[in-house]
Nanobody, 115 residues
C-alpha cells in the first residue's frame, strides 16, 4: 500500500504561481512513477506530468513550459510547480503513484484561478 497526501492548493489570480506537494509513505519502494493529474467539473481526469524512477519527466501539451514536476527523494515528496496559471487550470489536482500491481491516489487539492 502507498499513501499519498497532497498540499499546496488554493486560490490564485491569473498569471500567478502555485507549488503543489505530494508526500508518499508506505511501500514507496514499489513506486515506479509518480504523476500529477487534474479533474475539472464535468471533465475527465487528465494526466499533466509524470516522473519515473530514473527521473525522466513527461508533460501534457496543455502544461508544457508552464508546469514543472520534480521530486525530493530523501523526503519521498513530489512537487508540481505551476506558473502562468490560467482560469482554465481551475480543477482538483491529484497525485498518483504507479506500481506494477496498482495505482494509488491522493485525496486531491483544489486549485482555483481567478480571472
Amino acid at each position: 500500500q502507498v499513501q499519498l497526501v497532497e498540499s499546496g492548493g488554493g486560490l490564485v489570480q491569473a498569471g500567478g504561481s502555485l507549488r503543489l506537494a505530494c508526500a508518499a509513505s508506505g511501500s514507496i519502494d514499489r513506486i515506479n512513477a509518480l504523476g500529477w493529474y487534474r479533474q475539472a467539473p464535468g471533465k475527465q481526469r487528465e494526466l499533466l506530468a509524470s516522473i519515473d524512477i530514473a527521473g525522466t519527466t513527461r508533460y501534457a501539451d496543455a502544461v508544457k513550459g508552464r508546469f514543472t514536476i520534480s521530486r525530493d527523494i530523501a523526503k519521498n515528496t513530489v512537487f508540481l510547480q505551476m506558473m502562468s496559471l490560467k482560469p482554465e487550470d481551475t480543477a482538483v489536482y491529484y497525485c498518483n503513484a504507479h506500481t506494477w500491481s496498482a495505482n494509488y491516489w491522493g485525496q486531491g487539492t483544489q486549485v482555483t484561478v481567478s480571472s
